[in-house]
């Protein structure tokens, strides 16, 4: 049995890294090899972002009652529980044999996937004090353009030499390496019961602020999930192989891993935070709606939507304390996750929506994502309320 000392936070950093690793992969690993999926069972572009919206639809409602139970329920076995609706839906995606099928096995590993992004961060604030915290969510933040990037690399490659089936096949070892690693390593701290408090709490309230940060989130991975899915097909349709064209996806999420700890230095040393997501929302809308035209090269293009997708994160997740009281952390990370889910589920939709409606215009649809990033940019100059902090 392992001991609960100093250097078991950084196990726990780990499995929480592991766990993160688990949403990006089974989230990001359908585009890649939709070519070969699409072989066995036809569908449309629009049904391609359905089956990529699917994963995280769930995630619109479920953060608020994850948040609800999470003190009353042992933590270690909802992850466990996660992981194995994970593997289940996998399982049954590699199985069958419809749409539908398909469809449905989705939206049960997305319901898994959900408790982990909630649970995940909780284990990482459980294990480390203030004065690292930020370190270990620097490491931690690392996972999902990671698990993105070894996605959209290395699926694609495995398609050209296996069954589609059998690239989910290796997913599944993958989650079921990391379940092994929970019941095995992780041991959850018992809770401290608490004295009740003369002072009454103070009742969570919905500001603007928070629905500023909301909105925000909802845009940029809406406009993230629109991107990564069909990313690869818009760089495919210029002559470029499989891996020139998921490598060039990637940069969306390559690139903020070695930015992102500067822009929070930089964030941290200067105590702004809106002005930087402004010049990432411009950026964001320059390279978008160039990208699909002949004025420098596709290349600089994607390094520079990685580049302006890189201040996002860090601005909202670092202003969230700026709009919610300290006890109201957990519900604010509920609204941002549900925010988050809600642009997942509409972005890959919406953008294959387009292609089906243009006969495959990229041109138009990458357009309707700079606009919004425009949109994104009045948003910041509409919201002025309680948001001086930011």
Not at 116 to 134: D, E, Q, S, Y
Not at 210 to 217: D, E, H, P, R
Not at 290 to 301: A, E, R
């Amino acid at each position: 049995m392992i001991e609960r000392n100093e250097s078991y936070k950084w196990i726990v950093l780990g499995i929480s890294f592991l766990l993160m690793l688990v949403f990006a992969i089974s989230l990001q690993a359908l585009p890649p090899i939709f070519g070969n999926i699409m072989k066995d069972i036809p569908f449309s572009n629009k049904q391609a972002g359905l089956l990529m919206s699917s994963y995280s639809f769930l995630g619109i409602f479920f953060p608020f009652v994850v948040a609800v139970f999470i003190e009353k329920l042992d933590l270690k076995k909802m992850l466990l529980v996660a992981l194995g609706l994970v593997i289940v839906g996998l399982v049954g995606f590699s199985l069958s044999s419809s749409y539908i099928l398909l469809l449905l096995y989705r939206l049960l590993s997305g319901a898994g996937a959900t408790i982990l992004v909630i649970l995940a961060p909780l284990l990482v604030t459980m294990h480390f004090g203030r004065k690292n915290i930020g370190t270990a969510m620097g490491i931690f933040n690392i996972a999902v353009p990671l698990g993105t990037v070894v996605s959209v690399n290395l699926f694609g490659y495995l398609g050209l030499f296996m069954n589609w089936r059998s690239v989910i096949g290796i997913i599944i070892g993958f989650v079921s390496m990391v379940l092994l690693v929970v019941i095995f390593f992780l041991i959850i701290p018992p809770r401290k019961v608490e004295k009740e408090s003369t002072t009454p709490k103070s009742r969570f309230k919905f500001g603007s602020s928070l629905a500023f940060l909301g909105v925000v989130w909802m845009i940029v991975n809406g406009q993230l999930l629109a991107y990564t899915t069909f990313g690869s097909q818009f760089f495919q349709s210029y002559n470029m192989s499989i891996q020139e064209a998921g490598f060039l996806t990637s940069m969306i999420m390559l690139v903020p891993i070695f930015i992102t700890p500067f822009i929070g230095v930089i964030i941290d040393k200067t105590g702004h935070k809106k002005i930087y997501l402004l010049l990432g929302f411009l950026v964001m809308a320059v390279a978008l709606f160039s990208i699909v035209t002949t004025w420098l090269s596709l290349t600089f293009w994607a390094v520079a939507i990685g580049i302006g997708f890189s201040f996002a994160p860090v601005v909202v997740f670092s202003a969230l304390p700026d709009v919610v009281k300290p006890e109201h952390t957990g519900m604010g990370l509920a609204v941002l996750t549900a925010a988050s889910n809600l642009g997942i589920t509409i972005g890959p939709v919406g953008f294959g929506s387009i292609l089906d409606m243009t006969s495959g215009n990229f041109s138009i649809g990458f357009q309707v994502l700079s606009m919004f990033s425009v949109l994104g940019i009045f948003i910041l100059f509409g919201i002025k309320q309680n948001t001086e902090r930011l």
